[in-house]
């Protein structure tokens, strides 16, 4: 059964009786205590993009393989989401991934080019473009197999180390779509927000119920926590956010809402967005590294735990600095319900791992 402070207030659970938050392995981890506003037997911490390029095994272990063949190829994927926490004991595994996987899994044309990013072989534009992305149907069982093979064999690994689903959120799917490659302005995306607002819901919808079958699927698998990263919305002003973003991030988060898991919405950006991304269902809003983490639980009331932030371009400054850059986020996150510490953005490829070592251990003897 889950314990009585991980149901309050949530669904009853569908989780199986072997999941780890059901069977006991990480009800009482620090993540999911600092999640659940409790408070933790040490202070957690996890990074961003914390198996990637800075760890010089990954970049053993996806040698010759795409980025996008790494993430579907469960052997691999479960050892490149264990690496991080092998080497900088840190908190939580987060799922090694990419936001377009659930879009590749949907039959999208779309691959990683190196130096570039994600890039379609054809953009989303229109209302026919959309009603054959919605003619392939849902993800199925079948299509999903590779996820949920790769998150059981990290969770059966992991322990009592909680991992920590992750997929990207509607808006940056769906701009993803439109844009056909990585944007700076997602000048084309917005202009079809405006400009056809039913085609874009009809995409956004789509894209909600694709990322949000992900998230889910990895949350049955043994997930204990599932995070939705927005990429792109702090291109958004609040009211365009609340009107055209925010509904499909309800929409994909409403996917994992009957398992009971505690979510962390997060994205970049977005200082003037975190009242309206918490209020899309999330238990926890990630904050980038603009905003003061104090300032954050003000804007939030005070009574929502949050994730972050520490700046990434202090990772490569002299320790002295970093460790007081690190202490003033511990002090200030600190003043919220709850606290986990991470990055305000991603792990930089030409990150020293022995400098994020050393940071969990400050976090953990903080």
């Keep these: 059964m889950i314990p009585e402070k991980l149901r309050h207030n949530r669904h009853v659970t569908l989780l ?63 050892e490149i989401t264990l690496q991080p926490v092998r080497r900088h004991d840190v908190d939580a595994a987060i799922f090694f991934s990419d936001i377009v996987v659930p879009l590749r899994l ?111 699927a990895q949350v049955l698998a043994g997930a204990s926590a599932a995070q939705l990263f927005d990429s792109w919305a702090g291109s958004l002003s609040l009211a365009d956010y609340v ?23 997060f994205g970049t950006g977005t200082s003037e967005l975190l009242v309206a991304m918490r209020d899309v269902g999330a238990d926890v809003v990630g904050v980038d590294y603009r905003l003061p983490l104090d300032e954050a639980n003000r804007r939030l009331g005070g009574r929502t735990p949050l994730q972050g932030n520490i700046d990434p371009a202090l990772l490569v400054a002299p320790w002295p600095v970093l460790e007081a850059h690190v202490r003033d986020v511990i002090a200030r996150g600190s003043t919220a319900p709850g606290h986990v510490v991470n990055l305000g953005h991603g792990v930089p490829p030409d990150t020293d791992p ?13």
Excluded at 354 to 366: F, M, N, Q, S, Y
Aim: some cysteine.
């Design 243 to 265: 009107a055209h973003a925010a509904p499909s991030s309800a929409r994909a988060l409403g996917h994992v809402t009957d398992l009971g898991v505690r979510t962390v919405h």
């Design 106 to 216: 949907a039959g999208v044309d779309v691959d990683i080019a190196p130096g570039v990013g994600p890039v379609l072989g054809s953009p989303v534009r229109t209302a026919d473009d959309v009603a054959r992305l919605r003619d392939a149907g849902p993800l199925d069982a079948e299509a999903l197999a590779p996820v949920t093979e790769a998150v059981a064999l990290t969770v059966a690994a992991l322990g009592s180390t909680p991992l920590i689903g992750f997929a990207g959120a509607p808006f940056t799917l769906a701009a993803y779509l439109v844009e056909g490659r990585p944007s700076r302005d997602h000048l084309a995306a917005r202009a079809l927000m405006h400009s056809d607002p039913a085609t874009w819901t009809a995409l956004t919808e789509w894209a909600a119920d694709v990322t949000g079958a992900f998230l889910r």
């Design 354 to 366: 022995d400098v994020l070592t050393r940071v969990a251990r400050l976090v953990h003897e903080a």
């Design 16 to 78: 199986p009786a072997t999941h780890p938050l059901a069977d006991g392995r990480t009800s009482n981890s620090p993540l999911v205590t600092a999640y659940s506003s409790g408070t933790p037997a040490r202070r957690p911490v996890w990074f961003m993009r914390q198996a990637g390029r800075s760890l010089p095994e990954y970049r053993a272990a996806r040698q010759g393989v795409g980025m996008l063949d790494s993430c579907l190829r469960p052997e691999l994927a479960s």
